[in-house]
């Protein structure tokens, strides 16, 4: 790496540390798709299981995430 000024160093560090960030946010979005997909089959067990998700908290955090097609009735 001879004859590198300031400047090109500076632009490899942080293209290195943009690679890095990249493949983190797509091991932490992979992760993330996941849940929410674990999630979501728990409602619709509890759904089938005849849970009334407006009696907890918790039942309500999940009406309120729903996408509006999810079907309440």
């Known amino acids: 790496m001879s004859n590198l000024n300031e400047t090109e160093i500076e632009i490899r560090h942080f293209l290195e540390e943009l690679r890095d ?15 929410r997909e674990r999630k979501w089959e728990c409602v619709r067990v509890l ?27």
């Open 21 to 35: 960030a990249s493949k983190q946010l797509r091991d932490a979005e992979e992760s993330v798709d996941v849940l």
């Open 47 to 73: 759904k089938k299981l005849g849970h009334d998700f407006t009696a907890t908290a918790e039942g309500m955090d999940v009406v309120l995430s729903s996408s509006p097609s999810f079907n309440w009735s």
